[in-house]
């Protein structure tokens, strides 16, 4: 009895010191955690990692010669897009902002954590019941993986974006949109294309100001597109049931982006409104860029055909990534969206295209991008 008895207290001992120790353990685990999907930090620090060389900052003096090249250059396109476009801005463009990758990576994080804070939101509202040690684990464990994801893909845009119209932009802040041009990348691909520099960097900012026309000259579209892109993100957050199984089907083929596949239809349809109108965006803006390109750049039919087809060289690596990344989508949207403006101004007029920015019930749908007549033809029919 005597020998039980101390073998009962030994027991009772030993199992009371790991409780203890899980309970520690499942403290600190759940400490460690926390409730965030992202390290933004962690984000930061693998991002300027992996850019490596690549992460060289530009000097002042490059900076200062730099944005005094676009802030004249852009003092000259104003006038000619205005004219294309036939809308003028409540407000000049020529307050450009020349960076480095590294800041490039430091204002997209920005912006992502925007976007993450309303995904986060929508998670933990849809959590039910007390937060425990393994829902800790697994968030610490999606969060380490995101945070490679996120840094990994931040850098390989970093090496890639050459213009961005107001990194800001999904945040719908009340500030005005600027324009941010990626000098390294610029004077790196004017180079490997063999393309005198600043007659790419006209080019560049040209692409990038009717991108600034169609935001800044229409009021409603900036707040818009945020909600639009924010709802898109809170829905994939919420309706994540079944996500797994869709991956699977979605990795065994079928019609459309895998991306697409995946996807509730609830998801879907509002991805695809976005999808649209990011495709007038682009169709839209690389139409005004095509009609006035040769007044501002004599040899601008030249580089334009040249810089199309870059794409042509993407090696086998670079394929991959933008298919699984969905950076592919961003290409198809270019195509798309341009063939719906030249079809509308074909068969209609330029004013009538411009009816698009007159409100959002305006805009056309996706399958409406892909057949501008029935576009069309429900314009016509609301005005009658």
Known sequence: MARNSSHLRAGIIVGGLLALGASVAGREIMRRAGTRMIDWEAVRQIAHRRLGDAAAPLSATQRAEAEAFYRATLLEIEPIVA??????????????????????????????????????RTLLEAQTGPDTAGRAVSR????????????????????????????????????RGRLHFVEPNIVGTASTMRIPRDEFRTFIALHEATHAFEFEAHSWLRPYFSDLVGRTVEQLAAESGGLMERVREALQ????????????????????????????????SNHVMNAAGERILPNFTEIHDRFERRGERRGALERAIMRITGLDLKMEQYAAGERFADAVIRDRDRAFLNRVWTAPEMLPSLDEIRAPETWIARIEATAS
């Open 83 to 120: 004219e294309e476009i036939g809308s003028e801005l409540p407000a000049a463009l020529e307050t450009p902002a020349v960076v480095d990758r590294l800041q490039w990576v430091d204002l997209n994080i920005a912006t992502f954590r925007v976007l993450f804070e309303r995904i986060e």
């Open 140 to 175: 610490w464990v999606n969060r380490t993986l995101g945070n490679q994801q996120l840094g990994f893909m931040l850098a390989f845009l970093g090496r890639k974006v050459l213009g961005q119209y107001d990194v800001s932009l999904l945040a719908a802040g009340p500030t």
């Open 253 to 284: 083929g079928g019609e459309g982006h895998w991306l697409e596949r995946i996807m509730t239809p609830g998801q879907r349809e509002t991805f695809n409104k976005t999808q649209a109108l990011m495709s007038l965006l682009e169709g839209y």
